[in-house]
């Protein structure tokens, strides 16, 4: 075992040409020939190689690690935890040669770096030529653009910019480039042009590549010296997809050159847009119209981001901001998905949320004691919803009635109120008949209530239906030449008795 302190040292062998290898990195791997060192590769499968067998410098490789264990992260640790034992038990020098430049997509020697100073050894890092250098030197753009490098194996939309070159690496093979393009197409049209990069910069190997990227996985020869470079878009409609251009644009059109009717624009203004886009919303999913939804879904949208920028415009906050509370929320009120707790079904989830909703409100110094059990319903929500909000609430303490009959014969009691508030128009006045009618409505969304009905939804199909059915009797008079004004009401219900067979029909 060696007495003195253990060190391993890494290489990077660059990206195959020997003409590109540094001079200190050769001189460290001649130790090895002269029996000064211990040389290890962690694969074989580099143009490097050739120099070294050409040489006679004697090294081992980890190539049977790959075909030891499942994944990438279980080779990469055990590589790590037998340098770790070898420069313990090693009386020479370890040395460790990576492809290109160690401190680029190698993780084994962030593996080093973080297990090494607790271990006891000294690690040194020697860098070789990266496969960055080729890129930018084959593919021919300036870095200082924009330039973003990633993973192919863990890239996701959310790390896409196409205003940014982005180099992606780890194209080991097709299936990783089918995968590429897939989340590639997230960002960028499908035609959108990317280039295909083999051992760049190794003569006789070389490829690039360029193809639209529907073909991206179409491409052969993909292996440990393959990357996809996909060009900073000088387009616009390639912006569009990204939330970065959207809060550009509102800031634009609230800018003093953007829109003037934007720039006039208020909360209070804007209250009456935000409920009727959200209602827009429910129309299209009462539709089920996918694409009329996703363009509502956008109006409703926009309003978020106007409230949110005529904040960020006095300071107070801007939409990332209303973004990171969002996020922040849905983590902390999941423990049942971000946490240890547990929730079988919708119920315990929703048990979650309250207990989570509670304990945010003592947090802030609330006393849940003295609140009103009614808190928390906003004051502008339609007023059936209101309604329904209401008699949950209500609900949970027990002031409830026990059975569906009980409620049913509430509704008759009301109804017979109203019946004697209209009979006498000399004794009660208009806002007690206002009351009366409240009260009807009031007991109706009870019933809804234990039916497990949504009023509002309720009330929008039998909207939906009436439209239908006198639509039908519009349409009919229409066909024999007749307005309103020429037909009876006796005609127009026959219409009606008709429209309702006709839907029926239609159901069947």
């Known amino acids: 075992m060696s007495t003195?302190?253990?060190?391993i040292t890494v290489l990077g062998l660059g990206t195959g040409d020997e003409d590109q290898l540094t001079l200190g990195v050769w001189k460290k791997l001649q130790l090895a020939a002269k029996e000064q060192a211990v040389l290890y590769l962690r694969t074989k499968d580099h143009p490097m190689v050739q120099m070294l067998d050409t040489n006679q410098i004697p090294y081992q490789t980890f190539d049977e690690n790959y075909l030891a264990h499942q994944t990438f992260e279980q080779v990469y640790e055990s590589i790590a935890e037998a340098l770790i034992q070898s420069a313990k038990t090693q009386s020479s020098e370890v040395i460790y040669a990576v492809p290109g430049h160690p401190m680029v997509a190698e993780y084994t020697v962030q593996l080093l770096k973080q297990h090494c100073p607790s271990e006891g050894i000294s690690l040194q890092i020697i860098g070789g030529e990266s496969f960055l250098d080729q890129a930018f030197l084959r593919f021919g753009f300036d870095p200082i653009d924009g330039f973003q490098l990633l993973?192919?194996?863990s890239l996701s939309r959310y790390t896409l910019n196409p205003q940014l070159h982005t180099v992606i690496g780890q194209v080991y093979d097709s299936l990783t480039a089918s995968d590429l393009k897939i989340s590639l197409m997230d960002a960028y049209s499908d035609d959108y042009r990317v280039v295909v990069g083999h051992s760049l910069g190794v003569a006789g190997e070389e490829q690039i590549i360029e193809v639209p990227l529907h073909e991206l996985d179409h491409v052969k020869g993909y292996g440990n010296l393959s990357l996809v470079w996909v060009p900073k878009s000088e387009k616009d409609e390639d912006y569009y997809r990204t939330f970065g251009r959207l809060h550009e644009i509102v800031q634009i059109l609230r800018s003093p050159e953007g829109c003037p009717w934007d720039r006039e624009q208020t909360h209070a203004s804007l209250c009456k847009n935000l409920i009727e886009e959200a209602y827009e919303v429910l129309e299209t999913i009462d539709e089920d119209d996918p694409e009329h939804m996703c363009e509502e879904l956008g109006d409703l949208l926009l309003q978020v981001m106007l409230h949110a920028q005529m904040e960020e415009e006095i300071g107070a906050f801007t939409v990332y901001d209303v973004i990171?509370?969002?996020?922040?929320?849905l983590i902390r009120r999941h423990p049942h998905v971000f946490g240890e707790s547990k929730a079988e079904d919708a119920d315990e989830a929703l048990v979650n949320w309250n207990a989570m909703k509670a304990e945010e409100k003592r947090k802030k110094g609330i006393d849940v004691t003295k609140q009103s059990v009614l808190d928390g319903v906003p004051r502008e929500l339609p007023g059936l919803m209101k309604a329904l909000k209401l008699q949950k609430k209500a609900a949970t303490v027990g002031f409830d009635w026990s059975e569906l009959e009980d409620v049913l014969n509430k509704v008759e009691e009301e109804l017979t109120e109203l019946r004697e508030a209209i009979a006498n128009p000399t004794e009660v006045g208009a806002q007690d008949r206002l009351e009366e009618l409240g009260d009807v409505l009031f007991s109706i969304v009870n019933v809804a209530r234990f039916l497990k009905v949504d009023p509002e939804e309720a009330i929008a199909q039998t909207n939906r239906k009436f439209i239908q059915r006198f639509s039908y009797i519009e349409d009919q008079l229409r066909l024999r030449g007749l307005s309103f004004e020429q037909t009876e009401l006796s005609e127009m219900?026959?219409?009606?008795?008709?429209?309702?067979?006709?839907?029926?029909?239609g159901q069947s």
């Open 493 to 505: 219900e026959n219409l009606w008795q008709e429209a309702k067979k006709v839907a029926k029909l």
């Open 324 to 329: 990171a509370t969002l996020n922040e929320k």
């Open 151 to 153: 993973d192919a194996t």
């Open 4 to 7: 003195n302190n253990p060190q």
